[in-house]
T-cell receptor
């Protein structure tokens, strides 16, 4: 158990819909990262938050957004969903940027 | 473009048969190289961090090494429970992002 929690574990929704994924980092960790894992692309970095503020963006689509709240939990919002958005979405956390990242169990999103 | 390449893509070994997994990288300014283990449908599990060429880390049957161009994950006398996908990731300086760039992984199967 990494100490990072994610909800829900599974999510099935239809194209065009919007969903919210939730992540609670390890106690004391200020940085939260979101990653997408698909069969063809592998693990891809989406976005990073540090202590409530957006720090960096990776390969995140404009239809996706995220935020980190004062209690440091984070949410990833996915809108106008397409079939290609079906993937595993992982959250990771670290104390600061230059440390190993600990991953949560993931949310499996299926868009039908 | 910063890239991480892992080889082989898949490896099947007999129990007790030692081998090495390779991770080569082309990044402008390596800050850290990370090894993770991932079981099917689960989040990556942190194994090692390497920061500079010549550094080595060990944990049970695994040993990670780093040069200026590549890293190796040596597995000695593996057991069936070592079967998993092993992921290599790099963190590089540039753009202010702490997100990891992952390789596609090596799928390791240890047969009893």
């Amino acid at each position: 158990d990494s100490g990072v929690t994610q909800t829900p574990k599974h999510l099935i929704t239809a194209t065009g819909q919007r969903v919210t994924l939730r992540c609670s980092p390890r106690s004391g960790d200020l940085s939260v990262y979101w990653y997408q894992q698909s069969l063809d692309q592998g693990l891809q970095f989406l976005i990073q938050y540090y202590n409530g503020e957006e720090r960096a963006k990776g390969n995140i689509l404009e239809r996706f957004s995220a935020q980190q709240f004062p209690d440091l939990h984070s949410e990833l919002n996915l809108s106008s969903l397409e079939l290609g958005d079906s993937a595993l979405y992982f959250c990771a956390s670290s104390p600061r940027g230059l440390y190993e990242q600990y991953f949560g169990p993931g949310t499996r999103l299926t868009v039908t | 473009e910063d890239q991480v390449t892992q080889s082989p893509e898949a490896l099947r070994l007999q129990e007790g048969e030692s081998s090495s997994l390779n991770c080569s990288y082309t990044v402008s300014g390596l800050r850290g190289l990370f090894w993770y283990r991932q079981d099917p449908g689960k989040g990556p599990e942190f194994l090692f961090t390497l920061y500079s060429a010549g550094e080595e880390k060990e944990k049970e049957r695994l040993k990670a090494t780093l040069t200026k161009k590549e890293s190796f994950l040596h597995i000695t006398a593996p057991k069936p429970e070592d079967s998993a996908t092993y992921l290599c990731a790099v963190q590089f300086s540039g753009g202010g992002a702490d997100g990891l760039t992952f390789g596609k992984g090596t799928h390791l199967i240890i047969q009893p």
